[in-house]
T-cell receptor, first 115, second 111 residues
Framework: DGGITQSPKYLFRKEGQNVTLSCEQN?????MYWYRQDPGQGLRLIYY???????QKGDIAEGYSVSREKKESFPLTVTSAQKNPTAFYLC??????????????FGPGTRLTVL | GENVEQHPSTLSVQEGDSAVIKCTYS??????FPWYKQELGKGPQLIID?????GEKKDQRIAVTLNKTAKHFSLHITETQPEDSAVYFC??????????FGAGTTVTVRA
């Protein structure tokens, strides 16, 4: 069963703690993405990676960090520097074709709540 | 950067009627326009997309139209059913891997 998995589905964190969200895909996609979704807003890009060991900042990267050590995995760390981390976090992947934007497929999301 | 505006923010339709959602974009270099459907507590799912070399695309009850001159594109859902109730997002991309999303439209289909 191919797809994108995110874990955990719900995550609670105390203020001042770092937390890591998992994203795994078995679609053999080269590109992976992290988005943040707040109520009543569209998705905003946090980080993206076109290839293993390489990633770029999106529009709202401050307070977040990522790694891409394996093609199928793209974990996101929400650090204590992120001022308002409570949100719904979505991971996505795409084939990563070089010449044009291709379809992005999304995981089920992780809802992070800071207590 | 690209700015995508989406209207309306909420839409209520009677079952069997049509629903239309409109989006405008700011960057004339945008060439890819997907539409996503998101059900409560789930990730968005692609329902249809269109590229700038095509003016219209249809898939069963769903269609998307693109007007490059006016920089707007629309989603049309015909013969709406209760399972069409969800939040719909439009997006645009200039081909640099990044999608810019609209704020979403909450569609409610009344039985």
């Amino acid at each position: 069963d191919g797809g994108i998995t995110q874990s955990p589905k719900y995550l609670f964190r105390k203020e001042g703690q770092n937390v890591t969200l998992s994203c795994e895909q078995n679609l053999n996609h080269d590109a992976m993405y992290w988005y943040r979704q707040d109520p009543g807003q569209g998705l905003r890009l946090i980080y993206y990676s076109q290839i293993v060991n390489d990633f770029q900042k999106g529009d709202i990267a401050e307070g977040y960090s990522v790694s891409r050590e394996k093609k199928e995995s793209f974990p996101l760390t929400v650090t204590s520097a992120q001022k308002n981390p409570t949100a719904f976090y979505l991971c996505a992947s795409s084939r990563g074709l070089a010449r044009y934007t291709d379809t992005q497929y999304f995981g089920p999301g992780t809802r992070l709540t800071v207590l | 950067g690209e700015n995508v505006e989406q209207h309306p923010s909420t839409l209520s339709v009677q079952e069997g009627d049509s629903a239309v959602i409109k989006c405008t974009y700011s960057d004339s270099a945008s060439n890819y326009f997907p539409w996503y459907k998101q059900e409560l507590g789930k990730g968005p799912q692609l329902i249809i997309d269109i590229r700038s070399n095509v003016g219209e695309k249809k898939d069963q009850r769903i269609a998307v139209t693109l007007n490059k001159t006016a920089k707007h594109f629309s989603l049309h859902i015909t013969e709406t059913q209760p399972e069409d109730s969800a939040v719909y997002f439009c997006a645009a991309s200039t081909g640099d891997y990044k999608l810019s999303f609209g704020a979403g439209t909450t569609v409610t289909v009344r039985a």
